[in-house]
């Protein structure tokens, strides 16, 4: 089964929907998302009414709290983006898949590309799933360690001047899976 993870949607629904459309251009069959649906971008209300419809596991972002306290969001938007899970433990094809944020212990705690391995690992001390998918730091990573750890990237507010969106595919078969990150165009 593919799977798409994606995180960091901040209201840019425009990218949201070319990435879903890469998505199922290479057959994915279920999307996962690691939070921050709406705030900073043009159509936080659009987005978030969009995902509320769709059957897709989901955790909350850091920027989904803050956007559930204090927003121009009406009440059922606000109640979504409240009551979401912090994390989320999911079985794919026999694979056992965390879904957070930031990282397992915060959040807001980032995951880089150039971090070294001892700073990851103790990151996600303690965590039995065997993948774990996370964002909130806009920047594409993989690690391959005890656990086997991917930051999506980020779908709608890439930073550094880019002008792509950022997300993964993962293919999960019979308890073994490959990850992929996908860059799509959206200027």
């Not at 057959?27 to 705030?39: F, H, I, Q, T």
């Not at 212990?105 to 995951?111: A, D, H, K, L």
């Not at 303690?126 to 991917?150: E, M, N, Q, W």
């Not at 550094?160 to 293919?171: F, N, P, Q, R």
Request: charged share 25%; hydrophobic share 40%.
């Amino acid at each position: 089964m593919k799977v798409a993870v994606i995180s960091d949607i901040h209201g840019n629904f425009k990218a949201l929907e070319l990435v879903l459309a890469d998505a199922a251009a290479q057959g994915v069959e279920r999307v996962l998302c690691c939070g921050d649906l709406a705030l900073g971008g043009a159509e936080p209300a659009k987005t978030i009414d969009f995902v509320r419809e769709q059957d897709w596991d989901i955790v909350q972002g850091n920027c989904d709290l803050m956007m559930a306290e204090d927003s121009d969001l009406n009440a059922q938007q606000k109640d979504f983006l409240r009551n979401l899970p912090l994390q989320k433990t999911i079985d794919v094809e026999g694979v056992k898949v965390l879904l957070v944020h930031g990282s397992p212990r915060s959040q807001t705690e980032n995951i880089f590309p150039d971090m070294r391995a001892e700073e990851v690992e103790e990151m996600i001390k303690g965590v039995d799933s065997d993948v774990i998918f996370c964002g909130h730091s806009h920047r594409p990573a993989g690690y391959c360690l005890s656990k086997t750890v991917v930051n999506a990237g980020t779908v709608g507010r890439p930073l550094h001047g880019e002008t792509y969106a950022c997300y993964a595919v993962a293919d999960f078969n019979n308890g073994k899976f490959s990850i992929e990150h996908r860059f799509v165009d959206y200027i």
